[in-house]
């Protein structure tokens, strides 16, 4: 019953926080959403910043990078890396709403939150960055730092998305996603890959 409770407040959190913003959301308005009382929701969060925080836990692309990772471990490279950013498209597509809210406001969050956010985006970098360090240590990459290839990699990815959803919306969604996918991962990996390892081995 408790577990339901708590599901129920980070659902209500959600479309809020995906409507309203976080500066916008209220945990009033929140617990209503809910069904549950104001003090309930801090049974369970203290604090709207722990709220949010769980919210991006649960519901962004870190839930579904920590599910994904241990299934690309054996696969090739390329393939795994665009498995990750067909993953990360269709979660940010998702999570639209949310992006644009907390693009316009991210300059405004308090210091608690922009630590929950960032320490957030980090959890994400790592991640990766892990995986690409198994593959130099394996002989599959060449040496690089593996933590500015991790944020280059999501950083394509997150510049088509905002592109295709906020600046040039008539213009990108002429374009085949499949295809920036495979463009992007395809300049990505060959410019990691070990000279002479063919990709199938990776």
Do not use: W
């Amino acid at each position: 019953m408790a577990r339901n409770t708590r599901d129920k407040i980070l659902d209500a959190g959600l479309k809020l926080f995906s409507t309203r913003g976080y500066l916008g959301a209220t945990t009033k308005e929140i617990a209503k959403a809910a069904g549950v009382a104001e003090l309930t929701l801090f049974r369970h969060f203290s604090s709207k910043e722990l709220l949010f925080e769980e919210v991006l836990v649960r519901d962004s692309f870190l839930a579904v990078l920590k599910e994904l990772m241990p299934g690309i471990t054996g696969m090739p490279y390329e393939k795994a890396m665009v498995e990750i950013a067909r993953k990360l498209l269709s979660t940010l597509a998702a999570r639209r709403d949310m992006i644009r809210i907390m693009h316009a406001e991210i300059g405004r969050y308090p210091d608690k939150v922009q630590k929950v956010y960032h320490g957030f985006i980090d959890q994400m970098t790592g991640m990766l960055a892990s995986y690409f360090d198994s593959l130099i240590k394996s002989g599959t990459l060449r040496q690089f730092d593996v933590e500015f290839g991790a944020r280059a990699f999501f950083g394509m990815f997150f510049s088509y998305f905002n592109a295709q959803e906020f600046l040039m919306r008539n213009k990108y969604r002429a374009t085949d996603p499949e295809q920036a996918i495979c463009e992007f991962v395809k300049i990505f990996v060959h410019g990691t890959l070990v000279r002479g390892v063919e990709e199938t081995e990776a």
